[in-house]
């Protein structure tokens, strides 16, 4: 087994019609650029029904049809924001919990200690998250993974990685392994994957290999390093 393999993402989720909603982290090829990228999918009629929304530089999950939403505590929420030189992506409300963190002076994985999984039973689903620091023409970047430690629920494991970037490198976390009833949570370490130069390479990629039915949203920025400048992707299933 080469544990420093670079996986092609898309071949990585081809086939697979239910890994729920994934952070990818890294740094282009070039080592010019800084990755992120969010996506979320959806089984129930109540989570397909969503847009992702962008404003000033943050971005949202929105209803598509506000008269169809059920229950829109676990799937309104920014997912990405920005706090002085971070970049904060999530999965869920605990995006706001980090920032609100990160203006009283403490840290990410700080934040993420009052934080525990979704309390969807059966599944409950993890908590992802991810912060890429910005500083001397580079970054830094951490995810963690909030899950439950065992069937009931009863207590929650908190798994937070570091990084150095990498040039060509970049780092997938997702939710769910696979589909079932309960859904199995993500196993292991985020995923090594392949970060191109180019932003619509990288995005096209990246959608087209998610499940037709259950894809919904998905938002991709590349952040130049030299400048600071952004260029954004942004794909609705509901357009």
């Excluded at 992120?36 to 929105?62: L, P, Q």
């Excluded at 370490?189 to 392949?194: G, I």
Aim: proline fraction near 4%; include cysteine.
């Amino acid at each position: 087994m080469d544990i420093y393999k670079i996986n092609d993402i898309g071949q990585l989720i081809e086939g697979n019609s239910y890994v729920g909603r994934g952070i990818v982290i890294g740094k282009s090829q070039d080592g010019k650029k800084a990755c992120s990228a969010y996506f979320i999918m959806g089984r129930s009629a109540n989570s397909r029904n969503r847009i992702f929304t962008e404003k000033d530089g943050a971005v949202y999950t929105e209803p598509f049809d506000a008269s169809k939403v059920e229950d829109p505590s676990l799937i309104i929420y920014a997912a990405v924001r920005e706090f002085e030189n971070k970049l904060i992506v999530t999965n869920g409300d605990q995006t706001d919990t980090i920032y609100d963190h990160l203006e009283k002076g403490k840290c990410f994985k700080c934040a993420l200690a009052t934080r525990e999984f979704e309390p969807d039973a059966p599944n409950f689903t993890p908590r992802i998250s991810g912060m890429l620091t910005f500083e001397n023409g580079d970054f830094t970047y951490e995810m963690s993974i909030l899950k439950s430690a065992d069937a009931q629920g009863s207590a929650c494991n908190r798994y937070t990685f570091s990084y150095a970037p990498l040039a060509g490198l970049g780092h997938f976390l997702h939710t769910y392994v696979c589909d079932g009833s309960p859904i199995p949570t993500f196993q292991g370490e985020p995923e090594r994957v392949a970060i191109p130069d180019d932003i619509d390479e990288f995005t096209d990629k990246l959608w087209a290999a998610l499940d037709a039915d259950n894809k919904i949203s998905l938002y991709v920025r590349y952040t130049d390093l030299a400048d600071g400048s952004t260029e954004s992707r942004l794909i609705n299933k509901n357009a």
